[in-house]
Nanobody
Framework: QVQLVESGGGLVEAGETLTLSCVAS????????MGWFRQSPGLEREFVAT???????QYSDSVKGRFTIARDNSKNTLYLQMSRLKFEDTAVYYC?????????????????WGQGTQVTVSS
């Protein structure tokens, strides 16, 4: 059974840094592209960042230059370092896994999802 468990969310002030983690089990982590998505109340889930097998990355324009996605295949763990946080970054953040080598930015391409972790940025 595949499980993705996010952690690291919380309440921070604008301008601060927060790092999310996602531990995967039940799959061969190194063979999956991984991604972070987020969803705010009343809005659709949106792409944040993705990383392929070998570390190639892609970011949404709204977080490029502020967020960094990384993976540690030896620990089956995905990370998202979020710097210079803004009020509009407030959302539930989801970790997701997609079969395939290359990074993927589309929600429907992902096979497995975590339960999400809340990030709240106060202005």
């Amino acid at each position: 059974q595949v499980q993705l468990v996010e952690s690291g969310g919380g309440l921070v002030e604008a301008g601060e840094t927060l790092t999310l983690s996602c531990v995967a089990s039940g799959l061969t982590f190194s063979y999956y592209a991984m991604g972070w998505f987020r969803q705010s109340p009343g809005l659709e889930r949106e792409f944040v960042a993705t990383i392929g097998w070998l570390g190639s990355t892609q970011y949404s324009d709204s977080v490029k230059g502020r967020f960094t996605i990384a993976r540690d295949n030896s620990k089956n763990t995905l990370y998202l370092q979020m710097s210079r946080l803004k009020f509009e970054d407030t959302a539930v953040y989801y970790c997701a896994a997609a079969k395939g080598r290359y990074e993927k930015a589309i929600t429907s391409e992902y096979n497995y999802w975590g339960q999400g972790t809340q990030v709240t940025v106060s202005s």
